[in-house]
């Protein structure tokens, strides 16, 4: 799994040996594993194919990082926009650029959006 957080809470990047412990049982320890002789690091969350998950299957980081990255863009967009950009060329690089990100794996991660997320 790449990216996420150590079990420490501090983040790491591309982390090869990692492994995501669900927390469902009632031992808050994750078990030591190791892939032969190399220790698996225990994370917090995991981006996979894009989406992020956290231990607690709840799509929290991943609906946070794409609200901000969608309002930055949003904010881009009417930055254009008051530079004279024509308003077909502002569509344009709303539908080429900006939508995609935001309804990426979107049936998954949706369900978790609170009402002011909605808005």
């Known amino acids: 799994m790449v990216?996420?957080?150590?079990h420490d809470n501090q983040p790491h990047q591309n982390c090869g040996n990692a492994y995501l412990h669900?927390?469902?049982?009632?031992?808050?320890?994750?078990?030591?594993l190791s892939l032969g002789p190399h220790?698996?690091?225990?994370?917090?969350?995991a981006k996979l194919l894009g989406v992020t998950v956290d231990?607690?299957?709840?799509?929290?980081?991943h609906v946070t990082a794409t609200?901000?990255?969608g309002a930055y863009?949003?904010?881009m967009l009417r930055r254009l926009k008051s530079l004279g950009t024509p308003a077909d060329e502002v569509k344009g690089i709303y539908i080429t650029f900006i939508l995609p990100?935001?309804?990426?794996a979107s049936p998954v991660w949706s369900s978790s959006?609170?009402?002011t997320q909605q808005q």
């Open 73 to 75: 863009r949003l904010y």
């Open 39 to 45: 220790p698996l690091q225990v994370v917090r969350s």
């Open 55 to 61: 231990d607690q299957l709840t799509w929290k980081l």
């Open 67 to 69: 609200v901000r990255l």
């Open 101 to 104: 990100k935001l309804m990426y």
């Open 113 to 115: 959006l609170t009402f």
């Open 22 to 32: 669900l927390l469902g049982g009632s031992d808050p320890l994750p078990p030591k």
């Open 3 to 6: 990216g996420g957080e150590q």
